[in-house]
């Protein structure tokens, strides 16, 4: 029979973890995939500013990826991989059809020794000057691709951005419609969850979580 004694840790205890639930559904939306919340961030400020809404091209969005990986995990940014490989080995690498690659309309990359979440990382990492906020605004840019990366679980980040101004769906287009598995990191546009180091991470405090309501849960039938 309920006492009342028993009642009042009983609701408590549920109570705690229905919020304890609701963490691990924010935490899980907040970390889907940070390349296509950085996308939106873009699109919402470029909005605001009068600027069209670009398309979120996985193509570029993975050719944004392999220009990251060009830097080897050195932090300089001044060292730019050379044009030609944005034919020869990025397109390639990540299975965009060669005839629809085209120049890059504008470019925005960054690195740091710490991970950054999307809004951080956007107003504090990748638009830092004067220019790097005209290169966002740009009239000339019709869509965009954002890959981003940590070489292991301690960084350094990196964080690319790579704007196209061509049509949108028959530029950078990938062979059969889907990028080639790229070996870690995240790229936005295909829907695709971030591969291996970075990821890792945000999994173990996802874990964290769902240790946490089990915990709670198996404690709330003691009671
Ligand atoms: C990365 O490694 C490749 C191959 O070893 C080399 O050609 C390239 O210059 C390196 N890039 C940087 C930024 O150090
Ligand atoms: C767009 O981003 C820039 C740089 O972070 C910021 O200064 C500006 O306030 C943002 N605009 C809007 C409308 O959010
Ligand atoms: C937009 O494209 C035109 C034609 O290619 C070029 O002349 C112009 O400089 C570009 N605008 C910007 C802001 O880059
Ligand atoms: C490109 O997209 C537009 C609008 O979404 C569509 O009308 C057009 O048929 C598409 N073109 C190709 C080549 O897929």
């Not at 966002?136 to 101004?165: I, K």
């Not at 061509?166 to 070996?183: D, I, R, V, W, Y």
């Amino acid at each position: 029979m309920f006492s009342s004694m028993v009642f009042y840790p009983l609701a408590i205890c549920i109570s705690l973890l229905v919020s304890s639930l609701h963490m691990v559904a924010a935490h899980t939306h907040v970390h889907g995939n940070p390349a296509d919340e950085l996308v939106d961030i873009i699109n919402k400020n470029r909005t605001a500013h009068k600027s069209s809404k670009l398309y979120d091209n996985p193509g570029l969005g993975c050719m944004a990826l392999q220009y990251i990986q060009a830097y080897n995990g050195t932090c300089d940014e001044s060292k730019s991989p050379p044009e030609v490989d944005i034919t020869e080995v990025f397109a390639p690498d990540c299975g965009v059809e060669l005839p629809t690659v085209q120049t890059i309309s504008g470019r925005l990359l960054a690195c740091r020794s710490h991970y950054a979440k999307p809004p951080e990382a956007f107003s504090q990492v990748l638009i830092e000057s004067k220019k790097s906020l005209s290169v966002l605004y740009d009239g000339n840019h019709t869509e965009v691709g954002v890959g981003l990366s940590g070489t292991n679980s301690d960084g350094p980040y990196f964080w690319c951005v790579l704007f196209g101004s061509g049509q949108p769906n028959s530029t950078f287009e990938l062979e059969g419609g889907q990028a080639l598995k790229q070996k870690q990191g995240c790229f936005s546009g295909s829907g695709v969850p971030c591969s291996a180091a970075l990821m890792s991470k945000v999994l173990w405090s996802f874990t964290g979580l769902m240790v946490l309501v089990a915990v709670m849960g198996s404690s709330c039938l003691f009671l």
